[in-house]
């Protein structure tokens, strides 16, 4: 099969010819209909992520068919069109027992501790945890994004913030995740403010839907004077900014909650008395288990929530590699097509 391969952290990625993957008991190999660029798998490529080892085919944001079944499976068969959660858990720990796949001890991730969707064919692990079917008329390239941006801001705007109708949801960052925030919380029947340093992408986050899009220069107080009521109940950091996050801090409104979701390259300094003295809430956000999707995809069922409108292009598997190694432009949501 036609793959990307990623040789060194780094270096110009390839298109080359790989051996089909490997069919595992308990897992399903997928052909590919479409996969995300998304921004960890740049991450990935850099060699910022422990435990990726080179060579290896990047990619974990896919949609596709199974062609082939592990014996020990049995909720999939040849033919069913899936998507899975980037993190895919052991189906045999506490936490996946629970339905909270996506902090498994034990997790696996394509792309990252196995090669990924970058490519003609991907497999799967522990399937019966971790497949979710998907309709037969869905946009394979909205469909692809359900497995990581989308799911990602639906776990941390829903589940983790707490957002509810009416609300003004304060989202940090118009890459993938927080433009799919923006969907998200108009989906959910509350409002998106977006920051981002980026005329494109605050131009981006109005079209999809965002009530105001503002310069992070504009500083906390005018944020908190934007979103009104003293500031934010719930805000998604999805910049992965140390100045962002400490922005989305202090925009806060007493006794408000600051979701983490964007990954940062190195420690970040938090206004700590800001939160002592407002008694605020910070909180991680790490995907969605398979559990959870069926009311996200609910949303996708009755039209509130059009996943393909996040996609600005699409590209086949000879464009990846030099997409990949460019630096992402501001707004844009890539799609690849093997």
Known sequence: MRAVLIEDFGADPTVVERPDPVLEPDGVVVAVEATGLCASDRFAWRGHDAGVVTPFVPGHELVGRVVAVGDAVRRARVGDRVITPFVQGCGRCAACAAGQAQVCPDQEQPGFTHDGSFAERVALRHADTNLVAVPEDLDAGGAALLGCRVATAFRAVVDRGGVR????????????????AVLVARASGAEAL????????????????ATAALDPAVGP???????????????????GRADSLALGVRALRTQGTLVQVGLLSTEPAVPVPDVIARELALLGSHGMAAADYPRLLALVAD?????????????GLDEAPAALAAPPVPGEVVVIVP
């Open 165 to 180: 109708p009416g609300d003004r949801l304060l989202v940090l960052g118009a890459g993938g995740v927080g433009l799919a």
């Open 194 to 209: 977006v920051v981002d340093p980026a005329p494109a992408a605050r131009a981006r986050a109005l079209a999809l839907g």
């Open 221 to 239: 107080e005018e944020l908190r004077a934007a979103l009104g009521d003293g500031g934010a109940r719930v805000a998604v950091e999805a910049a």
């Open 303 to 315: 039209g509130r929530l059009d996943p393909a409108q996040l996609v600005t292009r699409r590209i």
